[in-house]
């Protein structure tokens, strides 16, 4: 499994965010929009697996592992949710998301 370490202070800031806004009422929420990108591949992660085996037995069908050649494709996908709902997903082509795309590539979320 591959997840991101959190260090204490990472723990510590999200439990004194956690803290501060506990006892917000649905008419603060309503002003909060959480939102975030994810890229979706086509194909399998193809990281290298390294295999012990026996001499000769390097052409096993067991051992053989399909890989893409070049990359393979996939999808940059964008899009938001808050207490009224959810934004459309929008597609992000040809490259990341950067702030200037954000600015003049996604309409206004709210």
């Known amino acids: 499994m591959v997840c991101v370490r959190l260090t204490s202070r990472h723990r510590r800031d999200r439990r004194e965010w956690a803290t501060e806004h506990v ?3 649905r008419n603060e929420w309503s002003n909060v929009l959480f939102s975030d ?5 086509v194909h399998p992660d193809n990281r290298r697996i390294f295999i012990w085996m026996d001499r ?3 052409n096993n069908l067991a051992f053989v592992h399909e ?3 070049f990359g ?3 999808v940059l996908v964008y899009g938001g949710i808050s207490i009224d709902g959810r934004t459309d997903l929008y597609i992000i082509r ?6 200037r795309r954000h600015r003049d590539d996604i309409p ?3």
């Open 23 to 25: 006892n917000w009422r």
């Open 67 to 69: 890989s893409v050649r």
């Open 94 to 99: 040809d490259g990341p998301l950067t702030a």
């Open 37 to 41: 990108e994810s890229h979706f591949s």
């Open 72 to 74: 393979g494709g996939g």
């Open 56 to 58: 000769g037995s390097k």
């Open 108 to 110: 206004d979320l709210l």
